[in-house]
């Protein structure tokens, strides 16, 4: 039998039930649940490098509301925090690549 040891969606007892498959699943503490939120965003992120596509951009934003959930902050705090620095030091969308900064 594989093991995971991995932070997995909601629902995904509810369907190894469904397939009749024997599973041995456990429930987190907060803390725990904040690191397990961070290996799981570096997961999705590598995921969605090497195969870039809608859902995985998907599977990444659901582990940003998973920890937006954790840390008790919301979308609304998340927004403020990107638009206010979008203002004060632009997006990504130019496609600008900072080669190197010359000290005088």
């Not at 997006?91 to 900064?101: H, N, Q």
Request: aromatic residues 8%.
């Amino acid at each position: 039998m594989p093991k995971y040891n991995k932070l997995v969606r909601d629902k995904i007892p509810d369907v190894l039930e469904s397939a009749g498959l024997d599973y041995t699943a456990y429930t987190v503490s907060n803390d725990e649940l904040k690191n397990y939120l961070g290996k799981k965003l570096t997961e999705e992120v590598t995921e969605f490098l090497e195969r870039p596509s809608l859902e995985e951009l998907a599977d990444i934003q659901e582990v940003m509301n998973g920890i937006l959930q954790a840390y008790c902050w919301t979308e609304t705090d998340l927004e403020h925090m990107a638009t206010s620095k979008r203002e004060e030091r632009g997006a990504f969308t130019k496609g600008i690549i900072l080669r190197e900064v010359v000290a005088e």
